[in-house]
């Protein structure tokens, strides 16, 4: 049940990446400022920096198209190939972030709020799908795996003080 509510809340997290990522992606291309409550729109520098572009790809359209694999991978069916992809695509998103939030801070000396808010979402995203993914399918209530958790072996073994 809880890999269940694990699974809801990176699918909601997911879509606010999406739509601050769009959001980020219309502002690139649309040249309007940026929402920015720092004094002098730091946001706006940042977004018009060299490093608001990978060869010649806003990285906001990057995040935005990582933040829609990352939610097509959460709403495939859930076995454990889907757990990984959902924990790559997070771990490489959070790389690439990682990078990112360097440049702002040591590069640039600049900080984007909305850049900061999608680096600390997807922050929470990774360590979620990580957890998620070293987790396994859910436990059945008697704290037994199912047959298929256990490679289709179903166990034979009984309780202690169980009568034969």
């Known amino acids: 049940m809880i890999t269940r509510r694990i699974r809801i809340t990176l699918i909601v997290l997911t879509a606010l990446g999406v739509a601050l990522a769009s959001y980020l992606t219309y502002v690139h291309y649309s040249g309007e ?4 409550s720092t004094k002098g729109n730091t946001c706006n520098q ?9 060869a010649g790809v ?13 939610l097509g991978s959460l709403v495939a069916p859930e076995e ?18 990682l990078y990112l939030t360097y440049r702002e801070i ?5 900080i984007c709020e909305e850049c900061v808010s999608s680096a600390i979402l997807l922050t929470i995203i990774m360590c ?6 070293l987790r396994g399918a ?8 199912t047959a298929e958790q256990a490679g289709g ?9 169980s009568a034969y």
């Not at 979620?128 to 993914?133: A, D, G, I, K, P």
Request: some cysteine; aromatic content about 12%.
């Open 106 to 110: 040591f590069t640039l000396h600049k």
């Open 128 to 133: 979620l799908s990580v957890w998620r993914y």
């Open 153 to 161: 072996v179903e166990s034979s073994a009984t309780p202690i003080g």
């Open 80 to 97: 454990e190939r889907t757990r990984f992809a959902t924990a790559a695509l997070t771990f490489g998103g959070f790389g690439f972030s």
């Open 58 to 70: 806003s990285v906001a359209l990057i995040g935005l198209i990582g933040y829609v694999l990352i």
């Open 33 to 36: 400022a940026p929402i920015c």
């Open 46 to 54: 940042v977004q018009h920096s060299q490093y608001a572009e990978l």
């Open 138 to 145: 859910d436990m059945s209530s008697s704290g037994n795996a």
